[in-house]
């Protein structure tokens, strides 16, 4: 078991995102992967291996996506489209994704879907002795985690790290998700730049 947010403790003056050898392999929580403003770029989920629903976040800054023609969200200075391995509207194994931005990268990353029984919120309103509720799900409520998620910020989610490889036109991610183990398995996909 490895705990890859102890991996990945900040060391100061160390660009982002961060990069650390491990086991012979330059893994990371985020890949900063250049872009051309309105470039197309087709993503495809090849595998899943698993107990929660697995996903890839695309990050831009200073603009927007569309994906199959058809704009996602408007321009913002930061906007993070998930997508996920059980949509019903995409092909997950030919996403085309076109970025319109001022930028000359966007992030990416992976994510997964737990389901939980209880949170703690805090009312910063109240004294620190009194600011803390926990709020029950009975039935449960399922939540997107991520590098920078909630959960993640909070050290419920210790297992996320991810390693990628060359290949023509773009790139294969491996990656773990927050399960504290070093399969890089739980979701392998691919983006290729559009020729």
């Known amino acids: 078991m490895v705990n890859f947010k ?22 990371f929580l985020v890949d900063k992967f250049p872009v051309m403003n309105k470039e197309k770029l087709i993503f495809s989920i ?8 697995q996903g890839f976040v695309i990050g831009v800054y200073d603009g927007y ?13 930061q906007v993070n489209v998930l997508f996920w ?12 994704i076109q970025i319109i931005t001022d930028s000359d990268h966007i992030f990416i ?41 909630d959960r993640w910020m909070r050290w419920k989610e210790n ?3 991810m390693y990628a490889e060359e290949i ?15 399969d890089f398995d739980d979701i392998i996909f691919t983006v290729k730049r559009v020729d």
Request: aromatic share 8%; with cysteine.
């Open 6 to 27: 102890e991996v990945f403790k900040e060391i100061e003056g160390e660009e982002y995102p961060q990069k650390r050898n491990y086991k012979g392999k330059t893994i």
């Open 46 to 53: 090849e595998k899943t291996n698993s107990d929660y629903p």
């Open 65 to 77: 996506i569309k994906t199959n023609g058809k704009a996602v969200s408007r321009k913002r200075k």
């Open 85 to 96: 391995e059980d949509s019903e509207v995409l092909d997950i194994k030919h996403i085309e």
């Open 109 to 149: 990353q992976n994510l997964w879907e737990k389901t939980i029984y209880e949170q703690i919120v805090i009312d910063g309103t109240k004294p620190a002795s009194e600011n803390r509720k926990t709020i029950r799900f009975p039935e449960g409520k399922k939540v997107s985690c991520y590098v920078g998620s």
């Open 159 to 161: 297992g996320a790290a």
């Open 168 to 182: 023509p036109n773009g790139k294969r991610y491996f990656c773990n998700d927050g399960d504290e183990d070093e």
